[in-house]
């Protein structure tokens, strides 16, 4: 982004975006697409470093702007929010095998951050009582920290209790880790041992017949 002047007049916003976009859409594997966005942040926070990047490792570099370090600029002061999402995980059946679901709702394209991606619903009430508790977990975004809630609530009592918001969907838990999930709700269900993890490809250049 910083080879883009993605924090400039002439290149930030929609301008960024389509170009990060179009990068993106030719890398993605859209059958493993949380895959490719764990593998992403991954190289962000071992590789591409703001001070000493490792280019010369870097799978994607020939696609990099920057090659080398680059200026960054002070970072805003962290905000911190408080925010609580429900779990709500059910039996269900699939071809005749007994398997649990979790409620996963997709965010709206129209969201600046993370559009399209799944997470948990998110409570009316941030402040959730401590005999009903489920999970406490710190997530930063950006200069975000949320520090999060999470509340078991049963299938007939999410109307209720959640705000509504994009299209949600019963998916079987050996199914979510192949979503767009977003990193807290990756995180959530991968704490409460509902995930099961997968290991990270690393993203490379490819050609027909596999890896150049």
Wanted: charged share 25%.
């Amino acid at each position: 982004m910083e080879g883009w002047k993605a924090g400039s007049r002439a290149g930030g916003g929609a301008v960024a975006r389509r170009k990060i976009e179009k990068l993106a859409g030719e890398l993605l594997d859209p059958e493993r697409a949380g895959d490719f966005n764990q593998a992403m942040m991954e190289l962000g926070a071992t590789v591409c470093l703001p001070r000493s990047p490792l280019c010369l490792t870097c799978p994607v570099a020939t696609d990099c702007n920057t090659q080398g370090e680059h200026e960054t600029a002070l970072r805003p002061a962290m905000i911190c929010r408080e925010v609580a999402y429900a779990l709500s995980v059910r039996s269900g059946q699939r071809a005749g095998q007994s398997h649990r679901e979790v409620l996963l709702e997709q965010r709206a394209d129209q969201q600046t951050v993370m559009p399209g991606m799944w997470e948990l619903p998110v409570l009316r009430e941030s402040d959730v009582p401590e005999d009903e508790l489920r999970l406490t977990v710190r997530h930063a975004i950006m200069q975000v920290n949320y520090y999060v809630r999470i509340r078991t609530v049963f299938e007939d009592d999410i109307a209720a209790m959640t705000v509504a918001g994009g299209e949600r969907r019963w998916v079987p838990l050996i199914d979510a880790g192949g979503m767009a999930l977003t990193g807290l709700t990756r995180k959530v269900l991968a704490r409460l041992h509902l995930l099961t993890a997968m290991p990270l490809d690393a993203i490379a250049p490819q050609d027909g017949n596999g890896v150049l």
